[in-house]
């Protein structure tokens, strides 16, 4: 237990409750920092083609936002995208779950976190295309893009707009 000093009382050259406030501040912090990482830290499973680029450079952008990743080549990505239900119209390059969630193309991480931490009641979310720019398409080109959610039934809404 940490008890916090009120007095003014000095110990060693110190004053305690200083100290002791200064300590309760600094596990607190510790506190929050952890339980944020781990609150956001998931496992995503990606599904791509052996030959894509923008596909490895999506998963070290993942990684690199604290995600573990695992990746698995597919030569038949469609039947992927099927067996997940992802629309027509939303389909991009590689297709990942994480959580309960579909995750369809270069959707920034920090979207992903967003959609852990709300959890709506959607089947997915997705970067319909290849738009440069996005995360594992930069270049010298910058286009803009939506992140779309989406039902089971065909409903899809803007999530965020870049």
């Known amino acids: ?52 680029g923008c596909c490895n450079d999506w998963v070290k952008h993942l ?12 030569r038949d990505m469609q039947l992927v995208k099927r067996t ?9 390059c590689h297709t990942a779950v994480v959580g ?19 959890k709506p009641a959607v089947e997915g979310i997705s970067v319909p295309g290849m738009p440069m720019g996005s995360p594992g398409m930069e270049g010298p080109r910058r286009d803009n893009y939506d992140v779309l959610i989406f039902d089971g039934k065909g409903k899809t809404e803007v999530y965020s707009r870049y």
Do not use: W
Request: hydrophobic fraction near 40%; charged fraction near 20%.
């Open 1 to 52: 237990m940490i008890r916090l000093e009120t007095s003014n009382s000095y110990r060693n050259g110190y004053r305690a409750g200083k100290i002791c406030h200064h300590f309760k501040s600094f596990l607190l912090l510790l506190a929050a920092l952890t339980l944020s990482t781990h609150s956001f830290a998931a496992d995503v499973i990606v599904y791509k083609s052996p030959t894509c």
């Open 63 to 74: 990684q690199q936002n604290g995600f573990s990743v695992q990746a698995h080549d597919r």
């Open 100 to 118: 309960d969630y579909v995750v369809e193309g270069h959707v920034p991480a920090k979207e992903i976190v967003r959609l852990l931490r709300e």
């Open 84 to 92: 997940l239900n992802v629309p027509q119209g939303l389909q991009s």
